[in-house]
């Protein structure tokens, strides 16, 4: 039952994408504050980017 909100698939892919989301604005808040660790700051660019990518992903799967 493809794009039924009920369906179990569909409930797990919208609280992935939330969460990516929560990533993405994790980093933005992060950044905003005061990093002094650029290994810190090269783990959450990279968790931001993974995010970002997966993301895109997912929409691109859902098109087809």
């Known amino acids: 039952m493809r794009n039924?909100?009920?369906?179990?698939?569909n409930q797990l892919?919208?609280?992935?994408?939330?969460w990516l989301l929560?990533?993405?604005s994790s980093w933005e808040e992060k950044v905003n504050s005061s990093f002094e660790?650029?290994?810190?700051?090269?783990l959450l660019d990279g968790r931001k980017e993974?995010?970002?990518n997966l993301l895109e992903q997912i929409k691109k799967w859902e098109e087809e």
């Open 4 to 9: 039924n909100p009920d369906d179990m698939s």
């Open 50 to 52: 993974l995010a970002e």
């Open 22 to 24: 929560e990533e993405i």
């Open 37 to 42: 660790s650029s290994y810190e700051d090269g």
């Open 13 to 18: 892919i919208n609280k992935i994408k939330t």
